[in-house]
């Protein structure tokens, strides 16, 4: 049965792959499932068909038969354990990937997440300034404990598993800070990733929505 996901009809990201759509259709490329995509306008999140489907009226959702998710990492997590190419079949290795998983979302994400909300929403406010400073600084502590850790290997553990997926989503983020490009492997991990062909795909997919948006 083919998987539906739910997107931005009108990404914010303006079609750059940062939206978190993005995790689940680079997630089904790589492992060569099939899938159908809802687009949703802002007012369609908050009306009560989506929020039955995520409580909270973000994108996004996944599909399938009579499951429903919500929450990039869990889908991923799904997609990766019903099909072979996102997680080593050898346990320790398994479980390994998983924790790169948690990683990327627990330890990275929220200081780099929060870094781009003060970028837009704070910039006029006179903490601002030292706000900012000090999500650098975390976020900086942190990205140099993963440069550390990968060092000159092409991915965390081995071969490339969902831990660099999504890993890699949350480090596109700072893509254009200075602070990848401060750490060569790291800038190096992040251009390996867009490369793959199934990331290719999934990114002009999410692209073609914002260009046929941007044409209307």
Same mark, same amino acid.
């Given at each position: 049965? !083919?998987?539906?996901? !739910?997107?931005?009809?009108?990404?914010? $990201?303006?079609?750059?792959?940062?939206?978190?759509?993005?995790?689940?259709?680079?997630? @089904?490329?790589?492992?060569?499932?099939?899938?159908?995509?809802?687009?949703?306008?802002?007012?369609?999140?908050?009306?009560?068909?989506?929020? +039955?489907?995520?409580?909270?009226?973000?994108?996004?959702?996944?599909?399938?038969?009579?499951?429903?998710?919500?929450?990039?990492?869990?889908?991923? @997590? /799904?997609?990766?354990?019903? /099909?072979?190419?996102?997680?080593p079949s050898d346990p320790n290795?398994? %479980?390994?990937?998983?924790?790169?998983?948690?990683?990327?979302?627990? !330890?990275?994400?929220?200081?780099?997440? $929060?870094?781009?909300? %003060?970028?837009?929403?704070?910039?006029?406010?006179?903490?601002?300034?030292?706000?900012?400073?000090?999500?650098?600084?975390?976020?900086?502590?942190?990205?140099?404990?993963? %440069?550390?850790?990968?060092?000159?290997?092409?991915?965390? $553990?081995?071969?490339?598993?969902?831990?660099? @997926?999504?890993?890699? !989503? %949350?480090?596109?983020?700072?893509?254009?800070?200075?602070?990848?490009?401060?750490?060569?492997?790291?800038? +190096?991990?992040?251009?390996?990733?867009?490369?793959?062909?199934?990331?290719?795909?999934?990114?002009?997919?999410?692209?073609?929505?914002? $260009?046929? +948006?941007?044409?209307?």
């Amino acid at each position: 049965m !083919t998987a539906t996901i !739910t997107a931005f009809e009108r990404s914010p $990201d303006r079609g750059n792959g940062l939206a978190r759509d993005m995790r689940l259709r680079w997630a @089904l490329e790589e492992v060569g499932q099939p899938y159908e995509v809802r687009l949703l306008s802002f007012k369609a999140m908050k009306e009560p068909a989506h929020l +039955a489907l995520q409580p909270f009226g973000q994108i996004p959702t996944y599909e399938e038969g009579d499951l429903a998710l919500f929450e990039s990492g869990a889908i991923v @997590l /799904h997609i990766a354990e019903r /099909h072979p190419g996102l997680l080593p079949s050898d346990p320790n290795a398994r %479980v390994r990937a998983i924790m790169w998983m948690f990683a990327a979302l627990n !330890t990275l994400e929220p200081p780099i997440f $929060d870094r781009s909300l %003060v970028r837009i929403l704070e910039r006029d406010k006179p903490w601002y300034e030292e706000r900012l400073s000090a999500l650098d600084e975390i976020i900086r502590k942190r990205l140099d404990g993963l %440069v550390n850790h990968l060092g000159e290997a092409d991915w965390l $553990d081995g071969a490339f598993s969902a831990g660099d @997926l999504l890993m890699v !989503t %949350v480090l596109r983020r700072l893509q254009g800070s200075g602070m990848l490009e401060a750490r060569p492997n790291l800038a +190096a991990y992040i251009a390996r990733a867009e490369a793959r062909p199934a990331y290719r795909r999934a990114f002009e997919a999410q692209r073609a929505v914002f $260009d046929a +948006a941007a044409a209307e």
